[in-house]
T-cell receptor, first 112, second 112 residues
Framework: DAGVTQSPTHLIKTRGQHVTLRCSPISGHKSVSWYQQVLGQGPQFIFQYYEKEERGRGNFPDRFSARQFPNYSSELNVNALLLGDSALYLC???????????FGEGSWLTVV | GNSVTQMEGPVTLSEEAFLTINCTYTATGYPSLFWYVQYPGEGLQLLLKATKADDKGSNKGFEATYRKETTSFHLEKGSVQVSDSAVYFCALLPGGSYIPTFGRGTSLIVHP
């Protein structure tokens, strides 16, 4: 079975632009969560979705938004990009948002 | 609030040496505790977990014991290999919450 898949794997954006990152969970998993990992740090929780509803939100500005589709895939959107948004964005899925989550390989975002 | 503190890295060892990576936590209630491993250029993989006090998680020769009295979850391995070189993250998930907290990560470098 395929694991959590994310796209794109790498991208470069300019300050002020918008970015959309995509995630497909493991088949059968209904929960998707998003994390930001800055170089040298641990992942920081951004959002969790379960059954298309937002179940948790971390301490990130409103420029960050996400949604989950009927097939349980998810998008993370970031508006008005700042240099500090440069990071690895990780998606994780789980059956129900419980304590066993599986990470994708991430999307590397560089803002210049 | 919840927090996870890991020992500073990098930890540099020779092959077959004994490994300990310290992790202590602060949390309300009774969290579940996790160790994740991140190989270069990849996402995080769950290494082991423990969900209640005195539980021992183990996987691939690694083990960690949930010590409530010392609020610790130290990672150990009796004999490391070059292939164990990676960054190791300690994390907690509070009971009843869907929002995990990760430590900053500890880099392990194993020399032949």
């Amino acid at each position: 079975d395929a694991g959590v898949t994310q796209s794109p794997t790498h991208l470069i954006k300019t300050r002020g632009q918008h970015v959309t990152l995509r995630c497909s969970p493991i088949s059968g998993h209904k929960s998707v969560s998003w994390y930001q990992q800055v170089l040298g740090q641990g992942p920081q929780f951004i959002f969790q979705y379960y059954e298309k509803e937002e179940r948790g939100r971390g301490n990130f500005p409103d420029r960050f938004s996400a949604r989950q589709f009927p097939n349980y895939s998810s998008e993370l959107n970031v508006n008005a990009l700042l240099l500090g948004d440069s990071a690895l964005y990780l998606c994780a899925s789980s059956l129900d948002g419980g304590n066993t989550i599986y990470f994708g390989e991430g999307s590397w975002l560089t803002v210049v | 609030g919840n927090s996870v503190t890991q020992m500073e890295g990098p930890v540099t060892l020779s092959e077959e040496a004994f490994l300990t990576i310290n992790c202590t936590y602060t949390a309300t209630g009774y969290p579940s505790l996790f160790w994740y491993v991140q190989y270069p250029g990849e996402g995080l993989q769950l290494l082991l977990k423990a969900t209640k006090a005195d539980d021992k998680g183990s996987n691939k020769g690694f083990e960690a014991t949930y010590r409530k009295e010392t609020t610790s979850f130290h990672l150990e391995k009796g004999s490391v290999q070059v292939s164990d070189s990676a960054v190791y993250f300690c994390a907690l998930l509070p009971g009843g919450s869907y929002i995990p907290t990760f430590g900053r990560g500890t880099s392990l470098i194993v020399h032949p």
